[in-house]
């Protein structure tokens, strides 16, 4: 247990429907992170909030949108999705979202997103 | 740009085997380095990390040691065992303060038999 939980574990959807994936975190940091985990590709940075600010936007597609209402919770919602969108979805959080090596990124189990 | 290459997988050893998981790396300045490991289910969980140059990250009997001639940093453990099995990831931070998080490389699955 890492204090990061992510709900759904699993989600199927179409192209078509809108859905949220929704992360927790109960260590009391500052930061929060998305990742996208492909199959034989490394880890993809989405996004990076903190205290409910975003840092940084790596040039994701607009049908991903983030929302951050509080520095425990972190929301990406989902609309008109492509099946190349299927993948593991990452939440992590940290105390800090600088000086990586300082402040120790921890993750959640992840939702597995599976597009038809 | 970054980047971090590792070993192709899946990795087979039996138990009490002797681990070498390869990583190298391009960074532009001079990166912290770190391994993940993830266990089947699970998210990634930091297993060690080297900050500067010559250091040695080790725990739970994995070792790796920062190298900055061969811009290395292979994990290592000497006796492995079937709760080892997982994938592994080697990652950096070169981000200077900056908010481009870590570059990881895809990850190595390594399975134990018995």
């Known amino acids: 247990e890492t204090g990061v939980t992510q709900t759904p574990r699993h989600l199927v959807m179409g192209m078509t429907n809108k859905k949220s994936l929704k992360c927790e975190q109960h260590l009391g940091h500052n930061a929060m992170y998305w990742y996208k985990q492909s199959a034989k590709k490394p880890l993809e940075l989405m996004f990076v909030?903190?205290?409910?600010?975003?840092?940084e936007n790596n040039s994701v597609p607009s049908r991903f949108s983030p929302e951050c209402p509080n520095s425990s919770h972190l929301f990406l919602h989902l609309h008109t999705l492509q099946p190349e969108d299927s993948a593991l979805y990452l939440c992590?959080?940290?105390?800090?979202?600088?000086?990586?090596?300082?402040?120790?990124?921890?993750f959640g189990a992840g939702t597995r997103l599976s597009v038809l | 740009g970054n980047s971090v290459t590792q070993m192709e997988g899946p990795v087979t050893l039996s138990e009490e085997a002797f681990l070498t998981i390869n990583c190298t790396y391009t960074?532009?300045?001079?990166?912290?380095l770190f391994w993940y490991v993830q266990y089947p289910g699970e998210g990634l969980q930091l297993l060690l990390k080297?900050?500067?140059?010559?250091d040695k990250g080790s725990n739970k009997g994995f070792e790796a040691t920062y190298r900055k001639e061969t811009t290395s940093f292979h994990l290592e453990k000497g006796s492995v065992q079937v709760s080892d099995s997982a994938v592994y990831f080697c990652a950096l931070d070169d981000s200077g303060g900056g908010a481009d998080g870590l570059t990881f490389g895809k990850g190595t699955h390594l399975i134990i038999q018995p």
């Open positions: 080297a900050t500067k140059a010559d």
């Open positions: 992590a959080s940290s105390q800090d979202w600088r000086e990586i090596a300082k402040n120790i990124q921890y």
């Open positions: 909030y903190s205290l409910e600010e975003r840092v």
């Open positions: 960074a532009t300045g001079y990166p912290s």
